[in-house]
């Protein structure tokens, strides 16, 4: 089992910058990528990029691509979402994962999932 803990989420006004976190224990080192997803009330969960532990496969939604960056400490238990020129649309509860595959877009990639950090984008 991996356990998945962020944090850094917040109220921010449109075109501020935020840096979610997550840290991984457990069984962290097994996984082959970690990333993030989002899901706004009413809507379904989106994919917002990830990156493969080793560091050579990083995807990103086209939504915030440009804007997100996914990065590892070089633990690689810990991944890092800077969020820059964050929009109201923005808006969501911000997940945590991690999972066997690599480059995965579905929720299904991904076994392991953290409890989610609201990120609120408004002014």
């Known amino acids: 089992q991996v356990q998945l803990m962020e944090s850094g989420g917040g109220l921010v006004q449109p075109g501020d910058s935020l840096r979610l976190s997550c840290a991984a224990s457990g069984r962290a080192s097994s996984v082959y990528s970690m990333g993030w997803f989002r899901q706004a009330p009413g809507k379904e969960r989106e994919f917002v990029g990830s990156k493969s532990v080793s560091g050579g496969i990083t995807v990103y939604a086209d939504s915030v691509k440009g804007r997100f960056t996914i990065s590892r400490d070089n633990a690689k238990t810990t991944v890092i979402l800077q969020m820059n020129s964050l929009k109201p649309e923005d808006t969501a509860v911000y997940y945590c994962?991690?999972?066997?595959?690599?480059?995965?877009?579905?929720?299904?990639?991904?076994?392991?999932w953290g409890q989610g950090t609201q990120v609120t984008v408004s002014s």
């Open positions: 994962v991690a999972g066997y595959t690599y480059g995965g877009t579905r929720p299904s990639d991904y076994a392991f």
